[in-house]
Structure formats: structure tokens, C-alpha cells
């Protein structure tokens, strides 16, 4: 199984999208992202919601419970 944060950079990349842009999207800074993407702080529920609407899949799916978006 994929650890989530692994997911979270894959669906940025394939999105052509920044740090940043995620991190604007959280409210909140390029850095904190980044460490949610290396496995260093753990994603809150509230940003995992918020991820979930914004790239229109399910939680499921950030986590590794599920393969296929």
C-alpha cells in the first residue's frame, strides 16, 4: 500500500500544479504542505476534505484504501 503523502505528490504533478497552489488551496503555506508531502506532519481531516473536493475524489483514494480515482 502507498503511503498517502506519496499519493498527495503524485496528484499535484500529474496536475501540473505547485506547492503553492495546493497550499493556497489549504490556507496555508508552501512549507506546511511540503512537509505533508514528505511524511513529516501528518495532513489534518480538514485538509484531507478540502483535497478530496478539490481534486474530486474520494478519501479513500488519498489514503491507499482504494487504487483507481
Known amino acids: 500500500m502507498k503511503a498517502y503523502y506519496e499519493t498527495l505528490r503524485e496528484m499535484r504533478e500529474s496536475r501540473d500544479l505547485k506547492q503553492s497552489d495546493i497550499a493556497m488551496v489549504l490556507g496555508t503555506t508552501q512549507q506546511v504542505y511540503s512537509r505533508y ?20 475524489i474520494s ?9 483507481k480515482e
Not at 480538514?46 to 478530496?52: A, K, M, Q
Not at 478519501?59 to 487504487?67: C, F, K, N, P, S
Open 37 to 56: 508531502e514528505n511524511g513529516i506532519n501528518e495532513l489534518p481531516i480538514r485538509h484531507l476534505i478540502t483535497l478530496c473536493g478539490f481534486y474530486h
Open 59 to 67: 478519501a479513500d483514494y488519498i489514503l491507499g484504501l482504494i487504487t
